[in-house]
């Protein structure tokens, strides 16, 4: 019998000098409570999701005036990105005072610099983010609420393919059987959709419809997955200068589509309230929240 305060070692039966055993309890709790609270946060944030993610083709129906938006929808989405811009601010100072000693300076101007050179890369899905955001838009004006809803759930498919060839994911028989299922529901519900008109180049508008699609499914899948990449691939890097870079990458290509909107239709499209309503100030909000939740999801996920 080994004397108290003495253990066996598992693998070469040697001697070994234990701590206290209140050393493993206290441990233990606080893993298994770690653990518990890490599955309440990923329970509640993915609930949180679905229902931002609901309201919002609602919420862009809702928007539309007489069939067409009186607003720019690159105007939603830059003050969209603004805000989120502004919510990774107040995070990072918040982080910062409560920052120990010893611990990189959030605040320091060569780590904020250095921090922003390794993660260049975000800006090619704060790019994919922008354009799918703006699909988001020009897919209410074919499909329905309900339809552009169901079609974005071809995202988790491509999502899937992605990961499986970028990053060499694996998946189980069951998840690609779930899959498949997927994509056979969505595919037989859409063969009674497709719009039966034509538009002014007088091109079929299910054509048309469908390469938006295929457009709104691919691109925001490769956001996430090269999102997630370039967010782990530097995970030396503090998550709140990630998001402050992602979402300052999503404004400026935001700004850019309203520089651009300026040149071809004139300077009277300068104004970004220009047109909105009670509706599209609670779809900015909504759209916030949507990105904000998923980072904080993604941060989750990177710490345990």
């Known amino acids: 019998m080994l004397n108290k305060g003495i253990e066996e070692c598992s693998v070469c039966r040697s001697k070994l000098a234990s701590p206290n055993s209140r050393t493993y309890k206290a441990y233990d709790q606080n893993r298994g409570h ?7 946060l990923n329970i509640l944030l993915v609930t949180g999701d679905c229902v931002l993610v609901g309201l919002q083709p609602i919420l862009v129906y809702m928007s539309k005036v007489d069939g067409k938006f009186n607003f720019s929808p690159i105007s939603v989405n830059f003050l969209t990105e603004c805000t989120k811009v502004f919510f990774a601010i107040v995070m990072l ?31 090619v ?36 393919l992605l990961l ?3 990053m060499r994911r694996r998946f189980s028989v069951i998840q690609w059987e779930a899959l498949a299922l997927l994509l056979i529901g969505i595919s037989v519900n859409q063969l009674r959709s497709a719009p039966e008109s034509t538009t002014g ?50 404004a400026f290509f935001n700004f850019l589509g309203i520089i651009g909107t300026i040149i071809f239709k004139g300077p009277a499209n300068f104004n970004i309230f220009q047109g909105h309503s009670k509706a599209t ?21 990177m710490q345990y």
């Not at 770690?34 to 309440?40: G, V």
């Not at 910062?96 to 975000?122: D, M, T």
């Not at 329905?144 to 169901?150: A, D, E, H, L, Q």
């Not at 699609?213 to 090269?226: K, L, Q, Y």
């Open 34 to 40: 770690a653990s518990s609270n890490h599955r309440a």
């Open 125 to 160: 899905p704060a790019f994919l983010y922008a354009i799918n955001n703006y699909l988001k838009f020009i897919m209410q004006l074919y499909f329905n609420p309900s339809t552009v809803k169901m079609l974005g759930n071809l995202k988790v498919l491509v999502i899937a």
């Open 281 to 301: 100030m609670f779809l900015i909000c909504n759209n916030a929240a949507q990105g904000i939740l998923s980072s904080f999801f993604l941060n989750t996920q």
């Open 201 to 250: 180049l007088g091109l079929p508008l299910a054509s048309v419809a469908y390469f938006y699609t295929s457009i709104f499914i691919t691109f925001p899948s490769m956001a996430s997955v090269f999102n997630e990449y370039a967010m782990k691939s530097q995970f030396q890097t503090s998550i709140y200068h990630q998001n402050l870079f992602l979402y300052g990458y999503g």
């Open 164 to 166: 499986r060839l970028i």
């Open 93 to 123: 100072l918040f982080q910062a005072r409560r920052q120990k000693v010893g611990e990189k300076p959030l605040l320091s101007i060569s780590v904020f610099l250095q921090a922003a050179r390794n993660n260049v890369l975000l800006a």
